[in-house]
């Protein structure tokens, strides 16, 4: 045998991505050299995505303390208590590297994840969002990732049963070679259904449910998330995760019936690090053990190694924590659902995971040692020198520019046009619950049977949060809070997807810190919990890093829910249309009208008032009760939003005595409110700045443009990119 | 039993259609498809979703589903049955109604409110609704568009009950969502107990959804089954 | 001249199929149970023209990699149709 084949067979830690000091930390946890088996386990759950080793240190400055928080960051997913006995779950999470290799299978199995991590808390998934960052449509193969993963959400949201009520979406040159796919999900479930992971009961069987387990991603997406990528890296990726999203929808029937009759004591999805990830947590959870025998795993190929099994990625699997008396009744349920099930391990008083294959030991290591004792780095973090190049160049906006002109570029922007093209492909009706669906600032739902309303808006930044991470991470947060307060609902709880580039570069580093604080500060104005949170490092592909991209999704809660909640299309002849909020500030830094206009980005963003915020956002939740149309502004400022009313209503406005720059400026905390009347009941500031009437969008002297050649580009902006 | 919805793995639109029979007062209950029994059933519902994955071809595995023989022998004998979206799939794979339904025209899944012109009142789906009627329903699929070999004679036979069209009711191929031929949303069979249609009326039930033009759909059904008064 | 080739695309040995397992456990249900594996593909017929067999097949090689097949999930194999 030669030394390469030797290298081959034994595969050192570095291959496994595992540091020299990492690997003398195993040593010395497990008082001797590991078995292939259990490197392989180490090195997964070490690895950056499941161990949160260069972001854990900073996490802490997120808050979860308040009362209606009923299980924090930590678990699968956060929870939060709406009253009467009714609990909301809620997770975000990321599948940037596996939906670059393959679009439409990464999305979709990114679907698949998230609503695992759900029903995982004995909560029926009712919705997801789907955040999402893009290379320039002009080239071929954005277009090609942008549409792959569009039909992956669709193809598995839409089939597993779930409805998809939107997301947001950015468009910039650092995406085109690493694009962002995030998934949000929210399930509801009443009090007594809550399901944790951690084990309990010395004896209980562990059962393993849903689909065969097969060499997935073997070492895959975890590894995949945790390093950057190089050029010509796809034709050595591992495996593909396939998604099957029939399999899925079996197995939350089949759980929630489970919990429904009260057969599990605790529950843990199969995800990045498989079946290693879930036994080592449900046990050392626990704070107990697990001997877990690998010949009762059903699998789907022969001949897999052990360390092939308890690392595979498999989608749509579960693992159960049952007492022996019930495990009759469980595997009963498995068959009446047509997913197969297999108990494949014992819980022990601990500490040790042990593992057998075969008859021989394989793994012996102490369960609560993969995630515990993972590595903890206080990374390097430096102000970045592009932060003064970029400050410099200031945006310019011409005292007499034309609104007409200006809005026909700006609404001919990919991410301000109609994003009909992409939300028309997801179910987002099922389940009878949506009131307000995608197309508006935020997605509102019912809960049948109360008078309860959740909302939810999911908000990102790229550009603005390079141009200062702090200011622009906070600037996110008040504006996703603004949107759910436009439907009617006040903020209540909080998820964050933290995608930034390689943490071992300095200046990625303080991007990401800058960021945490300023996310934090700004949920701490609002008292608004951080409920659950993921981070996404190494998002660089041939030495560039993506913008850093904090995206939040933001949970709103209301009681009663408006009879008549705003929209967009209710705007009607003779209304009052009133600018109300902070003050227009000359803000255009990373506007929409600096990117496409200038083509530039620079300047520094204004500061967001933590008092202000707290004023605008009540006051929208609150007038959103009684008046027709609310529309937040951001993304190209008021000219934008008023022309987004106009279209979908199908009416023109005249505009008075605003400025052709003050159309297009950003400054945060501002929205547009239209009724009847003369007078609007609020004590935040506002003026009337106009009426709704005829077919124009008439801004007097900075312009005008008719609504239906509005709309026409409007309309078109997406299409005519994709379907040529 | 009342009205039975069957729910095949992959099904997902099973408590939506009952909770708007629940609206047109009737009571209805989940039937497994792997049940034999429909003895009593006065209604029949086919849900939307994705029986069996929709797999090899939709409706194809679950017209096998061991229920499916107990549902044609009722049909057979006269009992209101109902398919909506993948239940009108599965309807016509099994030979229940006539033709079929095939990937939309752009190859892309649509979710978006539709109108949709009543042609036709001679159906358990239509009776309690006006000739010319234009109803705002969702429609949500990738295989809802309809074909037949023999188009004409489902045209003849006076089978076709909705078409797609705009809100005053008028009916071009401007109107056709997915390429459905002769822009056809709903049909019945000879006997006039069977309908299927592709848009969902259990998604236009209550206006603070939208629209609540289905439940003239959803009523017509109920009062056929004879459980609540017309 | 013009020339014909069939384009097979299959998934890549080991990747999930979850079509050819459901197909399969619903031929089993109808009574096929000796049915071991089935797993779903795609073909493509593709009408090229080329001076000579040798360059036609690069040519739908080049097709396969680029557009037809996904290289990261499925094999293919190209047969010149008669």
């Given at each position: 045998m030669t030394s390469r084949e030797v290298a081959d067979h034994m595969p050192d830690h570095e291959a496994l991505g595992m540091t020299d000091d990492e690997y003398r930390d195993v040593i010395r946890i497990l008082g001797r050299e590991p078995l292939a088996a259990e490197l392989a386990m180490y090195s997964v759950m070490w690895s950056e995505h499941c161990s949160y080793k260069s972001s854990r240190m900073h996490l802490g400055r997120f808050k979860s303390d308040q009362t209606w928080v009923v299980v924090g960051p930590g678990e699968n997913a956060g929870v939060v208590d709406l009253g009467d006995g009714w609990l909301v779950a809620l997770r975000i999470e990321s599948h940037n590297h596996p939906s670059f290799v393959e679009p439409y299978q990464g999305a979709a199995t990114g679907v698949g994840g998230i609503l695992r991590d759900i029903f995982t808390m004995g909560a029926r998934p009712i919705a997801v969002w789907d955040p999402l960052r893009f290379g320039p449509l002009d080239e071929p193969h954005n277009r090609y990732l942008f549409e792959g993963v569009v039909s992956g959400i669709a193809g598995y949201g839409n089939a597993v049963g779930v409805p998809t009520l939107g997301g947001e979406v950015e468009f910039a040159d650092r995406f085109s070679k690493n694009p962002l796919v995030n998934v949000m999900a929210l399930g509801i479930l009443k009090r007594d259904q809550l399901v944790l992971s951690a084990a309990t009961g010395e004896g209980n069987f562990a059962i393993l449910l849903g689909n065969a387990t097969g060499r997935d991603g073997i070492g895959g997406a975890s590894i995949l998330a945790s390093a950057s990528f190089e050029e010509g890296d796809k034709e050595k990726r591992p495996s593909v995760q396939v998604g099957d999203p029939f399999e899925e929808k079996k197995l939350i029937e089949a759980c929630l019936e489970l919990y429904d009759r009260d057969l599990v004591v605790a529950i843990q999805d199969l995800g990045a690090a498989g079946i290693s990830c879930a036994t080592s947590e449900v046990a050392g959870g626990g704070g107990m053990g697990m001997v877990v025998d690998l010949d009762k795993v059903h699998l789907r190929e022969k001949d897999m190694t052990p360390g092939e099994i308890l690392m595979s990625e498999s989608q749509e699997r579960m693992l159960a924590v049952v007492t022996p008396q019930n495990e009759a009744e469980v595997l009963a349920v498995a068959e009446k659902w047509e997913i197969e099930a297999s108990t494949i391990g014992v819980i022990t008083s601990g500490p040790d995971l042990v593992i057998y294959s075969k008859g021989e030991l394989v793994g012996e290591v102490p369960a609560a040692s993969l995630a515990d004792d993972a590595p903890r780095y206080d990374r390097l973090a430096e102000r970045p020198d592009y932060l003064d190049a970029v400050w410099a160049r200031e945006p310019r906006v011409p005292d007499d520019l034309n609104a007409g002109d200006v809005l026909r570029a700006l609404l001919d922007d990919p991410a301000i046009g109609d994003r009909s093209w992409i939300y028309g492909q997801y179910d987002h009706m099922l389940f009878l619950n949506t009131v307000i669906e995608p197309g508006h600032d935020g997605s509102l739902l019912r809960i049948k049977g109360t008078d309860k309303a959740i909302a939810v808006s999911t908000d990102g930044d790229s550009l603005r949060t390079y141009l200062d991470p702090r200011r622009g991470s906070a600037r996110i947060v008040f504006e996703s809070a603004l949107n759910v307060a436009v439907t009617g609902a006040s903020p209540y709880a909080l998820v964050d997807n933290l995608n930034f580039g390689d943490p071992e570069e300095p200046g990625v580093m303080w991007q990401f810190t800058e960021s945490v604080d300023g996310l934090a500060w700004a949920c701490e104005e609002l008292d608004v919990p951080v409920v659950g949170g993921n981070v996404?490092?190494?998002?660089?592909?041939?030495?560039?890093?993506?913008?850093?991209?904090?995206?939040?999704?933001?949970?709103?809660?209301?009681?009663?829910?408006?009879?008549?909640?705003?929209?967009?299309?209710?705007?009607?002849?003779?209304?009052?249309?009133?600018?109300?909020?902070?003050?227009?500030?000359?803000?255009?830094?990373?506007?929409?009208?600096?990117?496409?206009?200038?083509?530039?980005?620079?300047?520094?963003?204004?500061?967001?008032?933590?008092?202000?915020?707290?004023?605008?956002?009540?006051?929208?939740?609150?007038?959103?009760?009684?008046?027709?149309?609310?529309?937040?502004?951001?993304?190209?400022?008021?000219?934008?939003?008023?022309?987004?009313?106009?279209?979908?209503?199908?009416?023109?406005?005249?505009?008075?005595?605003?400025?052709?720059?003050?159309?297009?400026?950003?400054?945060?905390?501002?929205?547009?409110?239209?009724?009847?009347?003369?007078?609007?009941?609020?004590?935040?500031?506002?003026?009337?700045?106009?009426?709704?009437?005829?077919?124009?969008?008439?801004?007097?002297?900075a312009g005008s443009i008719s609504v239906t050649e509005a709309e026409g580009i409007w309309r078109n902006a997406l299409p005519r990119r994709m379907e040529h | 039993m009342t009205i039975a919805v069957i729910v095949f793995p992959g099904t997902n639109c099973e408590h939506d259609i009952i909770h708007a029979l629940g609206l047109a007062g009737a009571e209805s209950e989940h039937v497994w498809h792997r049940d034999t029994d429909l003895s009593g059933a006065h209604g029949i519902v086919l849900p939307g979703g994705f029986a069996h994955g929709d797999y090899l071809r939709t409706g194809a595995i679950a017209r096998f589903s061991p229920i499916m023989e107990e549902v044609a022998r009722l049909a057979d004998a006269g009992v209101p049955t109902l398919g909506i979206c993948n239940g009108f799939q599965i309807l016509c794979e099994a030979g229940l109604l006539p033709g079929a339904l095939v990937a939309n025209r752009d190859l892309k899944f649509i979710c978006r409110p539709t109108h949709l012109r009543v042609e036709s009142t001679d159906s358990v789906l239509t009776r309690a609704a006006e000739i010319g009627q234009v109803l705002r329903i969702p429609l949500n699929s990738y295989e809802g568009n309809y074909v037949a070999d023999d188009i004409d004679n489902v045209e003849n036979a006076g089978d076709v009950i909705l078409r797609y069209s705009d809100a005053a009711g008028h009916v071009d191929s401007t109107t056709n969502p997915n390429g459905s031929t002769n822009s056809i949303a709903g049909i019945t069979n000879a006997g006039r107990n069977v309908a299927g249609l592709m848009p969902h009326p259990e998604r236009a039930s209550e206006k603070i959804l939208g629209s609540d033009d289905g439940m003239a759909l959803i009523e017509g059904f109920v009062a056929s089954t004879g459980l609540v008064d017309a | 001249m013009t020339r014909t080739f069939t384009v097979s695309i299959t998934r890549k040995p080991g990747l999930s199929d979850p079509e050819g397992t459901t197909t399969r456990k619903a031929l089993i249900d109808l009574g096929f149970t000796d049915v071991s594996h089935v797993s779903f593909g795609r073909t493509i017929v593709v009408t090229i023209d080329a001076p000579d067999e040798d360059e036609a097949r690069a040519q739908i090689e080049a097709m396969c990699v680029k557009l037809l097949a996904n290289p990261v999930m499925e094999s293919y194999v190209v047969e010149a149709s008669s």
């Open positions: 996404s490092f190494y998002n660089q592909t041939d030495g560039v890093d993506i913008y850093p991209s904090p995206v939040v999704g933001m949970l709103g809660f209301c009681e009663p829910m408006p009879e008549c909640p705003p929209r967009l299309d209710r705007a009607e002849e003779h209304m009052s249309i009133w600018l109300v909020g902070q003050d227009t500030q000359g803000d255009f830094a990373a506007s929409a009208y600096d990117r496409i206009i200038n083509d530039n980005l620079g300047g520094r963003p204004a500061e967001a008032d933590g008092a202000t915020a707290r004023r605008v956002i009540a006051a929208a939740a609150t007038l959103a009760h009684r008046i027709p149309v609310l529309h937040d502004i951001s993304n190209g400022g008021l000219g934008v939003a008023l022309a987004e009313i106009a279209i979908r209503s199908g009416i023109g406005m005249r505009i008075e005595d605003v400025t052709g720059p003050d159309l297009f400026d950003e400054t945060p905390l501002r929205f547009v409110a239209i009724a009847h009347g003369e007078a609007l009941e609020t004590d935040v500031p506002h003026h009337k700045i106009g009426t709704v009437t005829g077919n124009t969008l008439n801004f007097g002297r | - | -």
